[in-house]
């Protein structure tokens, strides 16, 4: 057996697979699987200060290799994760990661500091969802956007603060950089990729949005250049998420330079995919005489 | 547990009409935590997401579905024979409440086209008199009748264009019934005129719905349904955790 | 039959279908299977104003559901192109459109002159080529590079000039409408998503440029999106394209706001996709009693 | 026309090692435009990029293919069986130039492991002297000794851990014959030693090399192979349009 073992900001995950926010609700479903300490970590729902209805449906499409959705944050609001969520949460073992999202700064730092006084391990801050009018990602695309609302969030917030970043933007590692110069603890990249599906015979969207956020193995090697270019650019530590499948997925994305990475859409094609991810990771590092998971990251050979 | 994973292999395949599918397949680790009107995730190979197909029949160590080709993913499946296997993520959802009309009661099984399968493993649970109208396009539509009659039910089939059984709608053949409770499941427009009848006779009504999904869990949110509260309010509940099957007052369709 | 013809920037195509620059070459290839004929028009390999070698090899790499290339404009020069290529390719019935690249703006207008003295029918402007190091795509990420570039060229090119975009960037459309201030005449959407595989045995990046353009059904929602918000954006017709493989795939660029599209990946997985393209697209509007296949274009009915 | 695609149902499949499987398809259209040294790109289902694979043999209305798994889409094609068909893109490249030496000639096929198959069918079409030298991993990864002998070639065998034939190099066995050209295939070291020693003889050497495609065909200049000019200088030439098979003082190894 190898270690699995990685610290992220201070904060100890019991191996790098951590659930992507929005995929694993906040972790009564998957728990029907597998003990949720299956999981390193997991990062929940996207959350806002008051309780948000999300966007209409559908909210679902697929697409090759992959899915857009449209869900826009539909959460029950900070407090209720606090009473009803994160007391469970705690008690399964596994590294609990809040992931807010605000249409102000005001709210984002609300979360913060109402957060940073129960026992979360870390925090998101979601400044990159495509799917909501005010807000989301608005805040996330230009490195100046990145930085003050980082800086504005990190005066509020005492936990742990990991700043998740959207692809749809010219350089990536600007904005990662940004976040580091703010204040932020670690990234997490990247969100979906907006994309849109058309029903030919009704010639309407697919999705009710319109448009929606692109995820699963199609926007793997997009995930994997970002991630190995921010790491260069940082020295906080990366955690990279996108179309990560399988345990092959997973080395490729920390040899980019991850030190913990997410799993999202996986859950849905199979719940057990985090399981063989694992395994498969566990066997590899054997094989390979490699002591700790901690020895991949970074560790590509450009040419 | 309440659902899991299980590849499951195929025990019988039969073609109902030229694109609906009639397959068992082994499932002794699902079956036994099944009740009809739930439904299961089937993964396609090379599919991201999973296609959500209701249980039509629950065995002691079987399960068996019925679905019509309607783009790709369901293509794959209708390709695959008699021992070939499927990753099916089941059971889930909540049934029909079947068990709360009691035995004394008259149920009616109103569907519509393809949304007849899930309905019949309803119908072979439930214990009271029970009635089923069927409608369909036509002729080479009609699926599942004898299975609605070996289950103990009255069967009336109505096509749109009448080239078979009563020539009209399921609300044509409903209107001369008596009925105490009703179990839906079919296109949007059928299901209101169902609904409307239902509550004009102040009889309790229960609706199947559809929506696309992910999870099929209700972590992910995707499978949104307007749903309406006592107070007339509304909000989006989820087909696949909160659903399928509603109670029709509190469902918007 | 529907009528398939469709006019962009003043040029007749015989149908929407273009092939992608890059992915047919020359044409001589292609001409193997069928009449060039066969396709509204032909874009060839980025030419640049001297005989490039290309980047070192391996310059392929397979994606879910899309592909990497780093070919990196390996091209034999504009007149080489003008001397062997062209007569021949202007021979064969197909709109002949060709796709230049530079290293400085002055390479992009003495090739544009150059190209306008012959009878090229369109010049496409390649200012988002990911895989070299000068040039390429530097000129295509900001606005006001795309305006200055375009508007540099347009005063040397006598030619239907049609800018093409990279979806790299935070706002495609915005990008357009750069594009369209400064004359240009059709713009053309999308290039690759720069895109990485890491060999986890080997811990080399796939492609000996470590990064390289990503193509093919993966990226096609993004293309979607990206054509969508654009059409909506500027008045000049919007050539889409970016992992268009099925006719239903043309149909729905098409409604998104496309007033023709191009084909490249697909050549690869299947040489004659074209030709199923255009059956599939024909029938559809017979089917649907289109009369003529502009009829699409921007039809779709946003919620 | 010199390529095209063909459907093509595989008449048989056998299996040589734990990963080397050996398939002939009927191939009306394709197999009478073909030479040996020529390849296919072979569509596997659900993958954007078509997989090359060498002609190993060539009938008259057939094609035989002698493919390692060595990844997923190999894997996918080995799962096919007798009856399914394969969509073929055929024949690609250039072959081995065995016409242009002579009857009178002693011609050497020098291959390692996966990069023997191609050279079977440039030995059966070689009308003068030949002989075989093929090195192996181990006796396990023996393949198509019977099949060289078959075609003519007094056959020599290495492998690496001595388990079966000669223990060593396929160059051990080369220096002690004589012959008047060389055609090889294998793993770049193997290479390497083979057109080093050729080059010592001054015998003409050609090779056969790989690279990933895209179109196959010369289209996408995605598989660039390093050549030598005249005068030394190099640039990128194109193993599916200038090659496969290279002479060897041309190609940088
Ligand atoms: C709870 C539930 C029970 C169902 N039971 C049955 C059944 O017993 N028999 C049957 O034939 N059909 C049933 N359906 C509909 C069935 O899920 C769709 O026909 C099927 O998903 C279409 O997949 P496709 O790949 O053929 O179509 P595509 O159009 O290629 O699918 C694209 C995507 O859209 C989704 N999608 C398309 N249509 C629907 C739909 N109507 N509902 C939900 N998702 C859709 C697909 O799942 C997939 O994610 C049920 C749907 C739900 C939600
Ligand atoms: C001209 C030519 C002839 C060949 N002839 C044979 C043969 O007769 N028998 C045989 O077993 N193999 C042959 N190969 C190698 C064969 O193409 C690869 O083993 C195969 O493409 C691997 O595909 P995969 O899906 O299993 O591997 P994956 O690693 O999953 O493939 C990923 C991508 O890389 C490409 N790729 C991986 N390895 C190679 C390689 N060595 N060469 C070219 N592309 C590669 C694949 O085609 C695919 O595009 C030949 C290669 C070439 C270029
Ligand atoms: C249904 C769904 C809902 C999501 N909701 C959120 C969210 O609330 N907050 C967030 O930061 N990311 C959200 N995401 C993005 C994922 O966390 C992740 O960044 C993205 O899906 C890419 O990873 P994947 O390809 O592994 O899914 C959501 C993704 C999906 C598919
Ligand atoms: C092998 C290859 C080479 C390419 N070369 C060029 C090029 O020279 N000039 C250019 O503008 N685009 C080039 N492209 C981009 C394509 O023209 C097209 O924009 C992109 O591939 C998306 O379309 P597709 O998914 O249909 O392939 C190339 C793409 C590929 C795959
Ligand atoms: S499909 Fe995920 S919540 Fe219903
Ligand atoms: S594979 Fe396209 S040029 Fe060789």
């Known amino acids: 057996m190898a270690d699995l073992k990685v610290k992220i900001a201070g904060v100890p995950f019991e191996n790098p697979l951590i659930g992507a926010s929005g995929t694993v609700g906040f972790g009564h479903e998957y728990a029907e699987f597998y003990p949720l300490s299956t999981l390193g970590g997991i990062s929940c729902k996207g959350i806002t200060l008051k309780e948000r209805p999300g966007n209409p449906p559908p909210r679902i499409a697929e697409t090759s290799a992959g899915m857009l959705n449209s869900v826009g944050l539909q959460n029950p609001g900070v407090e209720h ?29 609300a979360m913060a500091e109402r957060l940073s006084g129960t026992d979360i391990d870390m925090i998101e801050l ?84 319109n448009t929606g956020g692109m995820s699963g193995p199609a926007v793997f090697p997009v995930a ?25 997925d997973a080395v490729e994305m920390m040899l980019a330079g991850a030190a913990a990475f997410q799993v999202g859409t996986a859950f849905f094609t199979d719940p057990y995919a985090p399981v063989k991810i694992l395994k498969g990771l566990d066997e590899y590092l054997n094989q390979n005489k490699i002591a700790s998971v901690t020895e991949l990251t970074g560790k590509v050979k450009p040419w | 547990m309440k659902y899991d994973t ?12 030229a694109d609906i599918f009639d397959m068992t397949v082994s499932a002794p680790k699902l079956a036994p935590l099944a009740k009809p009107g739930q439904f299961a995730q089937i993964l396609v190979p090379g599919k991201t997401l999973r296609r959500p197909i209701s249980l039509c029949g629950i065995g002691k160590d079987t399960l068996r579905f019925v679905f019509q080709v309607r783009g790709e993913g369901t293509k794959v499946l209708a390709e695959l024979q008699a021992g070939d296997s499927m990753d099916i993520l089941a059971p889930l959802g909540n049934g029909f409440p079947v068990e709360t009309a ?84 079919g296109p949007a427009p059928m299901l209101r005129a169902v609904v409307k009848l239902c509550a004009e006779r102040n009889v309790p009504c229960y609706v199947s719905m559809e929506q696309r999904m992910a ?13 309406r509260r006592e107070d007339g309010s509304s909000y989006y509940g989820h087909v696949c955790k909160d659903g399928p099957v509603f109670s029709a007052d509190r469902v918007v369709l």
């Open chain 1, 81 to 109: 994760f606090i009473r009803e969520d994160l007391p469970w949460l705690k008690q399964q073992g596994t590294a609990v990661i809040a992931n807010i999202a605000g249409s102000t700064p005001e709210d984002y730092c």
């Open chain 1, 126 to 209: 979601n400044i990159s969802c495509p799917n909501v009018k005010a807000g989301g990602a608005q805040f996330g695309v230009t490195p100046q956007g990145v930085e003050s609302i980082t800086a504005e969030v990190r005066k509020h917030c005492t936990k742990p603060l990991m700043v998740k970043l959207t692809p749809n933007v010219a350089d990536i590692a600007e904005n990662a950089a940004a976040a580091e110069a703010a204040g932020a603890d670690a990234v997490s990249l990247i969100n979906t990729l907006t994309g849109m599906r058309i029903d030919i015979h009704t010639r309407r969207p697919v999705l009710r949005n």
């Open chain 1, 224 to 248: 994997v250049r970002m991630v190995w270019q921010t790491a260069q650019r940082v020295k906080i530590p990366v955690v990279g998420l996108g179309g990560i499948s399988t345990w092959q």
């Open chain 2, 6 to 17: 299980e590849l499951c292999t195929i025990l019988e395949k039969r073609q109902l009409t």
């Open chain 2, 102 to 185: 009691g035995a004394d009661k008259h149920a009616v099984f109103v569907g519509g086209g393809i949304g007849v399968p899930p309905l019949l493993g309803a119908a072979s649970a439930f214990s009271g008199e029970k009635t089923a109208v069927l409608g369909f396009r036509g002729k080479d539509a009609v699926i599942l009748m004898k299975d609605f009659v070996h289950a103990g039910c009255e069967a009336f089939l109505t096509t749109d264009d009448g080239s078979f059984g009563v020539h009209g709608l399921v609300t044509d053949v409903m209107q001369n019934l008596t009925f105490d409770v009703c179990y839906a499941c």
């Open chain 2, 215 to 227: 999870c099929g869990i209700g972590a992910c949110l995707g499978c949104a349904v307007e749903l």
